[in-house]
C-alpha cells in the first residue's frame, strides 16, 4: 500500500510540472535605425518571450508619448500571435516617441520599451544663455586660483599594480561659502620613468568610494579619479550608503536657490582644481589632458572640457543635467528632473531656481566646448533622456563625433566602454598594448 502511495505520488509529481522563468518584453521600431522624418508614422512591435520562445495569449499593456511626458495612447491588448504591432502615431516636431510595454505574471511586470527619433540633430534647447555666465565663472575660477593646491598624498599599494603607483590626493578646493574645502581622488602614475599624458576620470551620481585606474596607468597615462563630495573616497562603503541616504540624499538640489551656493559650483571647480594638480605632476607631458565620464560624469566631462583650456579632448557617455529646463516647455528634460515635479516636495519651478539652473546647465556649457570629443548614449535612456543630451551636443561648436548604441537605456554596453577607451588611448598618444 505504501509503495503503491509512493508510487501514485511521484506520477502526480511527473504529470504536475510547471514552467517557471524570467519572460522578457521585447520592442521594436518598424524602422531598423530607428528614425523617422516627423509627420510619418511609427509602428511598434512588441513580444514576449520565456525560455528563448515568443509567448502567446499574454496580455500586455502599452504607452506610447513623447519620452517622459503623459502617454498619448494607453491600452492593453492580448498577444495572439509571436507579437503584438501596434500603431505609435508620429510627431510633427523633432524628439523622441517613446513605447513602454509591460506583461505581468506571476505577481510581477515585466517591462519593455524602445524609442523613435524624430530629427533629433534638429533638437534645440529650452535653456537660456545668462548674459554674464562666463563672468560668473571667471569669478570661480579667479577664487580658486587664490587657493594653494595643498595636495596631501597618502600610497595606495594594494590599488596598483606592477606597473603603477596609486595614492589617495587630497586637493583644497573653494566651499559652500568663505571657507575652503576638500577634494579627493585617486592617483594613479605609471613607474616607468618618462612623460605620459593624463586623464582625469570624473563619477555618476551618487556616494561610493573610488579604486582608480591603474590598469589604464599601466598602459601608459597618468589617471585621477575623483570624487565630488568633499570626504575621503576609501573608506568603507557602509559610510557612503549611510551619507546617501542621509546627509547627501537629494544633493543635487542643494542651494538650487542661489547660484553662488549651488551644489555644483564647488564640484565643478573642483574638477578644475583636479587638473591643476595633474598638470603640476612631474611626470605629465605638458600637453595631453582628457577627461572622461558618464551621466553625471558626462556632464562633468563636459562642464570641465568648457571651462579648463588645458583640456584637449573628452569623452561623454550620456551627460547628465542638460536642457533641466525641458519639462519647463513640455518636453523631456535632463537628469536630475528638478523641474518635472509641478506641486509637492520634490517641486522646484520656482524663479530663482530656475534662474540659478541657467548657470549649470550643460547646454550653456556645451555652447563653449571647442576641443574634439566622443560622445555616446542609447535612445532608451530614461535617466538622461535623449533629447535632454541632444540638446547639448547640437550647440557643441568644436570636433564632435557621436557614438550611439541604440537600444541602451542608462548604462552602456562592452563594445561601447571598447570603443571609447581606444579613443581616449589614441588621442593621448598612449601605448594601447
Same mark, same amino acid.
Given at each position: 500500500?505504501?509503495?503503491?502511495?509512493?508510487?501514485?505520488?511521484?506520477?502526480?509529481?511527473?504529470?504536475?510540472?510547471?514552467?517557471?522563468?524570467?519572460?522578457?518584453?521585447?520592442?521594436?521600431?518598424?524602422?531598423?535605425?530607428?528614425?523617422?522624418?516627423?509627420?510619418?508614422?511609427?509602428?511598434?512591435?512588441?513580444?514576449?518571450?520565456?525560455?528563448?520562445?515568443?509567448?502567446?495569449?499574454?496580455?500586455?499593456?502599452?504607452?506610447?508619448?513623447?519620452?517622459?511626458?503623459?502617454?498619448?495612447?494607453?491600452?492593453?491588448?492580448?498577444?495572439?500571435?509571436?507579437?503584438?504591432?501596434?500603431?505609435?502615431?508620429?510627431?510633427?516636431?523633432?524628439?523622441?516617441?517613446?513605447?513602454?510595454?509591460?506583461?505581468?505574471?506571476?505577481?510581477?511586470?515585466?517591462?519593455?520599451?524602445?524609442?523613435?527619433?524624430?530629427?533629433?540633430?534638429?533638437?534645440?534647447?529650452?535653456?537660456?544663455?545668462?548674459?554674464?555666465?562666463?563672468?560668473?565663472?571667471?569669478?570661480?575660477?579667479?577664487?580658486?586660483?587664490?587657493?594653494?593646491?595643498?595636495?596631501?598624498?597618502?600610497?595606495?599599494?594594494?590599488?596598483?599594480?606592477?606597473?603603477?603607483?596609486?595614492?589617495?590626493?587630497?586637493?583644497?578646493?573653494?566651499?559652500?561659502?568663505?571657507?575652503?574645502?576638500?577634494?579627493?581622488?585617486?592617483?594613479?602614475?605609471?613607474?616607468?620613468?618618462?612623460? +605620459? !599624458? /593624463? =586623464?582625469?576620470? %570624473?563619477? #555618476?551620481?551618487?556616494?561610493?568610494?573610488?579604486? @582608480?585606474?591603474?590598469? $589604464?596607468?599601466?598602459?601608459?597615462?597618468?589617471?585621477?579619479?575623483?570624487?565630488?563630495?568633499?570626504?575621503?573616497?576609501?573608506?568603507?562603503?557602509?559610510?557612503?550608503?549611510?551619507?546617501?541616504?542621509?546627509?547627501?540624499?537629494?544633493?543635487?538640489?542643494?542651494?538650487?536657490?542661489?547660484?553662488?551656493?549651488?551644489?555644483?559650483?564647488?564640484?565643478?571647480?573642483?574638477?578644475?582644481?583636479?587638473?591643476?594638480?595633474?598638470?603640476?605632476?612631474?611626470?605629465?607631458?605638458?600637453?595631453?589632458?582628457?577627461?572622461?565620464?558618464?551621466?553625471?560624469?558626462?556632464?562633468?566631462?563636459?562642464?570641465?572640457?568648457?571651462?579648463?583650456?588645458?583640456?584637449?579632448?573628452?569623452?561623454?557617455? +550620456? !551627460? /547628465? =543635467?542638460?536642457? %533641466?529646463? #525641458?519639462?519647463?516647455?513640455?518636453?523631456?528634460? @535632463?537628469?536630475?528632473? $528638478?523641474?518635472?515635479?509641478?506641486?509637492?516636495?520634490?517641486?522646484?519651478?520656482?524663479?530663482?531656481?530656475?534662474?540659478?539652473?541657467?548657470?549649470?546647465?550643460?547646454?550653456?556649457?556645451?555652447?563653449?566646448?571647442?576641443?574634439?570629443?566622443?560622445?555616446?548614449?542609447?535612445?532608451?535612456?530614461?535617466?538622461?533622456?535623449?533629447?535632454?543630451?541632444?540638446?547639448?551636443?547640437?550647440?557643441?561648436?568644436?570636433?564632435?563625433?557621436?557614438?550611439?548604441?541604440?537600444?541602451?537605456?542608462?548604462?552602456?554596453?562592452?563594445?561601447?566602454?571598447?570603443?571609447?577607451?581606444?579613443?581616449?588611448?589614441?588621442?593621448?598618444?598612449?601605448?594601447?598594448?
Amino acid at each position: 500500500m505504501l509503495r503503491f502511495a509512493l508510487l501514485s505520488l511521484l506520477a502526480f509529481s511527473l504529470a504536475a510540472q510547471d514552467r517557471v522563468g524570467t519572460i522578457q518584453v521585447r520592442v521594436a521600431t518598424d524602422h531598423t535605425d530607428w528614425r523617422y522624418e516627423p509627420g510619418k508614422p511609427v509602428k511598434f512591435q512588441i513580444t514576449a518571450v520565456q525560455d528563448g520562445h515568443a509567448l502567446s495569449g499574454v496580455k500586455v499593456t502599452y504607452r506610447i508619448g513623447p519620452e517622459m511626458m503623459p502617454p498619448k495612447i494607453d491600452q492593453t491588448a492580448t498577444i495572439t500571435g509571436e507579437s503584438l504591432t501596434v500603431e505609435g502615431g508620429t510627431m510633427n516636431e523633432p524628439g523622441f516617441l517613446r513605447c513602454i510595454a509591460t506583461v505581468e505574471k506571476n505577481g510581477k511586470t515585466y517591462r519593455g520599451l524602445a524609442t523613435a527619433a524624430f530629427q533629433p540633430e534638429s533638437i534645440k534647447p529650452t535653456q537660456q544663455d545668462p548674459a554674464d555666465f562666463d563672468e560668473f565663472w571667471a569669478a570661480g575660477k579667479a577664487a580658486l586660483a587664490k587657493l594653494p593646491i595643498d595636495a596631501r598624498i597618502t600610497p595606495l599599494p594594494e590599488y596598483g599594480n606592477a606597473q603603477a603607483d596609486c595614492y589617495q590626493v587630497n586637493l583644497q578646493n573653494v566651499g559652500m561659502g568663505n571657507a575652503p574645502s576638500r577634494f579627493y581622488g585617486i592617483l594613479c602614475e605609471p613607474k616607468a620613468p618618462g612623460k +605620459y !599624458p /593624463a =586623464l582625469l576620470s %570624473v563619477p #555618476g551620481a551618487g556616494v561610493r568610494p573610488y579604486r @582608480g585606474m591603474a590598469e $589604464m596607468a599601466a598602459r601608459g597615462v597618468i589617471t585621477l579619479q575623483v570624487g565630488i563630495h568633499g570626504i575621503p573616497v576609501t573608506m568603507d562603503q557602509t559610510v557612503y550608503d549611510s551619507l546617501g541616504a542621509g546627509a547627501l540624499a537629494n544633493y543635487n538640489t542643494f542651494g538650487l536657490d542661489n547660484r553662488d551656493r549651488y551644489y555644483f559650483r564647488r564640484v565643478y571647480l573642483g574638477c578644475v582644481r583636479a587638473n591643476d594638480y595633474l598638470t603640476s605632476l612631474a611626470k605629465w607631458d605638458g600637453v595631453h589632458l582628457v577627461v572622461t565620464g558618464g551621466s553625471q560624469g558626462g556632464a562633468l566631462s563636459i562642464v570641465t572640457a568648457a571651462l579648463d583650456p588645458r583640456v584637449k579632448g573628452l569623452a561623454a557617455y +550620456y !551627460p /547628465a =543635467l542638460s536642457d %533641466v529646463t #525641458g519639462y519647463l516647455q513640455n518636453r523631456a528634460g @535632463g537628469w536630475p528632473h $528638478m523641474f518635472r515635479a509641478t506641486e509637492g516636495p520634490m517641486a522646484h519651478r520656482s524663479q530663482d531656481k530656475i534662474e540659478t539652473s541657467r548657470y549649470y546647465d550643460v547646454v550653456n556649457f556645451a555652447r563653449r566646448v571647442k576641443v574634439p570629443g566622443l560622445y555616446s548614449w542609447g535612445f532608451n535612456d530614461e535617466t538622461c533622456p535623449p533629447t535632454s543630451m541632444y540638446s547639448a551636443y547640437n550647440v557643441i561648436p568644436g570636433q564632435k563625433k557621436l557614438m550611439l548604441a541604440l537600444e541602451t537605456g542608462h548604462n552602456n554596453v562592452p563594445e561601447q566602454v571598447a570603443e571609447v577607451q581606444a579613443w581616449l588611448l589614441a588621442f593621448l598618444q598612449a601605448n594601447a598594448n
